[in-house]
C-alpha cells in the first residue's frame, strides 16, 4: 500500500511543481497528464482531493484509502510549493537548509 501512496504524492509532486513553474492551460494540461501518468503505475491517479472524496462517496475507495490518498496528495503540492519557493528564492538547496 506503501506504493500508492508514494505514487500518489510523486505524481501531485510533478503535477504542482510544473504548475507552479509554468502556469498556462497548455502547460497545466501537460503536467496533469504526466501526474497521472506516473500516478497510474501504482495508484488511481486522483491527484486532488477533491477527486479522492468522490471516489469515497461513491464507494470506490474505502475511508482509510481516502485518507492516505489525501495524505499523500497534500505532501506532494506541499512539498512542491516548497521546492518552487526555492527554486524563485535562487539560493542553492543546501543554503536555503542552513
Request: proline fraction near 3%; avoid cysteine.
Amino acid at each position: 500500500m506503501l506504493n500508492v501512496y508514494l505514487a500518489e504524492a510523486l505524481g501531485s509532486f510533478v503535477f504542482f511543481s510544473i504548475v507552479l513553474s509554468k502556469p498556462d492551460p497548455l502547460m497545466i494540461a501537460v503536467a496533469l497528464l504526466v501526474g497521472i501518468l506516473i500516478s497510474s503505475i501504482a495508484s488511481q491517479s486522483h491527484l486532488n482531493p477533491a477527486v479522492t472524496v468522490m471516489s469515497l462517496m461513491e464507494g470506490k475507495v474505502k475511508t482509510d484509502e481516502a485518507a492516505g490518498y489525501i495524505m499523500s496528495q497534500l505532501v506532494g503540492a506541499i512539498v512542491a510549493v516548497q521546492w518552487f519557493r526555492l527554486y524563485k528564492s535562487g539560493k542553492s538547496s543546501s543554503e536555503a537548509l542552513f
